[in-house]
T-cell receptor, first 113, second 115 residues
Framework: NAGVTQTPKFRILKIGQSMTLQCTQD?????MYWYRQDPGMGLKLIYYSVGAGITDKGEVPNGYNVSRSTTEDFPLRLELAAPSQTSVYFC????????????FGPGTRLTVL | AQKVTQAQTEISVVEKEDVTLDCVYE???????LFWYKQPPSGELVFLIR??????QNEISGRYSWNFQKSTSSFNFTITASQVVDSAVYFCALSDDYNTDKLIFGTGTRLQVFP
C-alpha cells in the first residue's frame, strides 16, 4: 500500500513552460486535493475533487488546471509557468466519510526561473 | 468566513521542557472538525489528531495532549518533556465543509528543540 505518490519530486521550469504534476493514490479514496505551500504561509487549496469526473476550484486556482478521470489519479497542470508558482505542491486524499483526515503525498518542489 | 490562526511563528525550547502550541479558529458552523499535522524537516505531512466540535474532552497520546475549548475557539497542542525529534513545523487545520472535507490551514508554528 503506497498511499499517495507524487512525481516528480523536484522540477525547475522556465517562465512560460508547462508541466503536469502527477498524483496517484491506492487507498480507493473518493476525495482528492491539491495544495501549495509557500514559506510561512501554510497550505492553500488549489483544486479538489470529490470523485471521478468532478473537480472544483479551491482558494488559489489561477494558473492551474486539473482533471479526474479515475479514482486513483488527480494530475495538476501548470500551463504557463510564472515565478509566482514557485512553491511546494502537495497532493492529498481522504475517505468520503465526512471530516476524515487527509493523507498527504511527499510533495513536489517546483522552481520557476 | 473560516480562519485558523497560529500566532506563534517559531518557538525554541531545550529538551525536556514542556511546550504549548496555540491554535485559534473561526467558523460559523456548529459542526466542524479540527486537526493537527506535523511536518518534520523531511517535508512530509503527518496526521496527529482529529477532534469534532461536539467533543471538548482533552486528549492525551503519550507526550502529546490537546486542549479544545469552544468558549475561546481554541485547540491548543502541548508536548510534554520535548525531545529533539519533536522539531518540526506544526499545522492546525479546520474542516467545516460537510460535502468536501476541505481543510483550512493555519500558517504553522516552527518548533525547535535543542539538546
Amino acid at each position: 500500500n503506497a498511499g499517495v505518490t507524487q512525481t516528480p519530486k523536484f522540477r525547475i521550469l522556465k517562465i512560460g513552460q508547462s508541466m503536469t504534476l502527477q498524483c496517484t493514490q491506492d487507498m480507493n479514496h473518493n476525495y482528492m486535493y491539491w495544495y501549495r505551500q509557500d514559506p510561512g504561509m501554510g497550505l492553500k487549496l488549489i483544486y479538489y475533487s470529490v470523485g471521478a469526473g468532478i473537480t472544483d476550484k479551491g482558494e488559489v486556482p489561477n494558473g492551474y488546471n486539473v482533471s479526474r478521470s479515475t479514482t486513483e489519479d488527480f494530475p495538476l497542470r501548470l500551463e504557463l509557468a510564472a515565478p509566482s508558482q514557485t512553491s511546494v505542491y502537495f497532493c492529498a486524499s481522504s475517505y468520503s466519510d465526512r471530516y476524515n483526515e487527509q493523507f498527504f503525498g511527499p510533495g513536489t518542489r517546483l522552481t520557476v526561473l | 468566513a473560516q480562519k485558523v490562526t497560529q500566532a506563534q511563528t517559531e518557538i525554541s525550547v531545550v529538551e525536556k521542557e514542556d511546550v504549548t502550541l496555540d491554535c485559534v479558529y473561526e467558523t460559523r458552523d456548529t459542526t466542524y472538525y479540527l486537526f493537527w499535522y506535523k511536518q518534520p524537516p523531511s517535508g512530509e505531512l503527518v496526521f496527529l489528531i482529529r477532534r469534532n466540535s461536539f467533543d471538548e474532552q482533552n486528549e492525551i497520546s503519550g507526550r502529546y495532549s490537546w486542549n479544545f475549548q469552544k468558549s475561546t475557539s481554541s485547540f491548543n497542542f502541548t508536548i510534554t518533556a520535548s525531545q529533539v525529534v519533536d522539531s518540526a513545523v506544526y499545522f492546525c487545520a479546520l474542516s467545516d465543509d460537510y460535502n468536501t472535507d476541505k481543510l483550512i490551514f493555519g500558517t504553522g508554528t516552527r518548533l525547535q528543540v535543542f539538546p
